[in-house]
């Protein structure tokens, strides 16, 4: 009796057509009340109504697996990326029918209306492309596909449901990552915003002594080397390798921020996996440290081949705290465990002077030993705010007290460039560009 009801009950649903036959017949039971020609009509058409609905289910239930179906992703997401989905389809009916698939797609993405429309001919296959994109890392569950098929007659559909439970883990934007490093094997940074920054001077750093084309540095002319060979030899130089970059992500409550679905620190945290990669790449050493009220994860710089996925596996576990951060804790850590002069790029947000200054003297602490680049943020919304006109005295007084936040902002940058801070105020939106942009200029500057 369970597997009866299972497949011939369970699955079975009324269409909008049967709805409307059934009102239409309603209508005419109401009409053959007060017209005597119009008694037998009503039962005439529930008697065609009845053979069409048996008709139709037993078109719909006579093949057992009528349709079939299956989605396909990727085996991880991309946080902040459109990610996408494939929904495979295929009619093993020998008619045409109407479907309607709707996917149980996962519980954080709150969205209920992940379903598609398609016909489908005998034997047709088709696919159903869509997207997703994440705004949180962790663990997504996927649940079943539910197909619901109308046969030709269209009175009753018939569920089909597809189990395919899936675990998706969501990681920081490797998308981003792998645009990044496509631009640069292809020398096209700069289509996404990449400077070329001017190289002053020459790294300490020897690389060959090669024959002088147009275009050389006639300075680099090396005169032994052209009087032995009889033509002009110059000198080759690198930039300097095995240079140690440190990024340090905030995970206080100051980095909670939401900004278009993501968190402050998730761009910071895509923004660490780029430059990381930009790094290794430059053959310089890449490390991670993340604190709040305490010091989370440290990963020692590297350089070799599987730091990449190591960095990404740290960060892939990162979740923001809800207390002040301790910059002391900070000071105290790369002061015992980083020892060699490093570029130190600090991810974090200010909102006021006072907050800054409060952090200041550790700050400066930690430049005494590294070079210090901090990164912080920009309020989008206020620059919404100071760009729209004042139409009233209460918009004049939110417009100027938005403008005093945003001028605080740049003045906070100035602050700590005064004590020999690097700085970078970006909005998050460009904050992988900027920061990599920062870290060119201060190699090609040989400040490292």
Not at 71 to 92: K, M, T, W, Y
Not at 127 to 144: A, Q
Not at 285 to 312: H, R, Y
């Amino acid at each position: 009796m369970k597997k009866f009801w299972s497949y011939y009950i369970a699955p079975l649903y009324f269409s909008r057509r049967w709805h409307i036959a059934i009102s239409v017949g309603a209508i005419l039971f109401v009409a053959a009340f007060f017209l005597s020609w119009m008694r037998l009509l009503p039962f005439i058409a529930f008697i065609v109504l009845i053979v069409l609905f048996v008709l139709d289910y037993t078109l719909l239930f006579s093949n057992a697996s009528g349709i079939f179906a299956a989605r396909s992703h990727a085996d991880r997401f991309s946080n902040g990326d459109e990610n996408p989905v494939r929904i495979d389809l295929e009619n093993q009916y020998t008619f045409a029918i109407d479907v309607e698939v709707i996917d149980e797609i996962p519980h954080q993405f709150q969205r209920r209306n992940v379903s598609f429309n398609t016909r489908l001919v005998p034997g047709e296959q088709q696919h159903i492309d869509y997207s997703l994109r994440p705004v949180k890392r962790g663990l997504y569950s996927f649940g079943t596909v539910n197909v619901y098929v109308t046969g030709p007659i269209g009175l009753i559909n018939r569920r089909f449901k597809f189990a395919q439970p899936a675990e998706v883990p969501v990681y920081p934007s490797y998308i981003q990552l792998r645009r990044y490093q496509l631009m640069a094997i292809s020398n096209r940074l700069s289509e996404v915003g990449v400077k070329k920054v001017r190289r002053l001077g020459h790294s300490l750093e020897f690389e060959q002594i090669k024959e002088y084309v147009q275009g050389d540095d006639y300075r680099t002319l090396n005169w032994k080397a052209t009087a032995r060979r009889g033509s002009l030899m110059v000198n080759n130089f690198t930039d300097e390798k095995s240079q140690q970059v440190y990024c340090i992500i905030d995970k206080g409550r100051v980095m909670k921020m939401p900004f278009e679905g993501l968190s402050l620190m998730d761009y910071a945290i895509n923004a660490t996996l780029v430059l990381s990669n930009v790094a290794l790449t430059k053959q310089d050493k890449a490390g991670l440290v993340t604190f709040s009220e305490q010091v989370g994860s440290f990963l020692p710089a590297n350089k070799k081949a599987t730091q990449m996925q190591a960095i990404l596996e740290v960060l892939y576990n990162q979740k923001t705290r809800y207390l002040e951060s301790d910059f002391e804790q900070l000071y105290s850590l790369l002061r015992r465990k980083v020892s060699q002069r490093s570029l130190v790029v600090l991810f974090t947000n200010f909102e006021s002077m006072s907050g800054m200054k409060r952090q200041l003297p550790y700050l400066r602490k930690i430049a005494q030993h590294h070079l210090l680049l901090i990164v912080f943020f920009e309020n989008t919304e206020l620059k919404n705010v100071i760009a729209s006109p004042a139409n009233n005295i209460e918009e004049v007084y939110t417009k100027t007290i938005a403008e005093k936040f945003a001028f605080e902002k740049r003045m906070i940058a100035k602050e700590l460039q005064q004590y020999g801070i690097q700085a970078i105020l970006t909005t998050p939106q460009q904050l992988t560009i900027n920061t990599i942009n920062k870290y060119l200029e201060l190699k090609a500057r040989q400040l490292i």
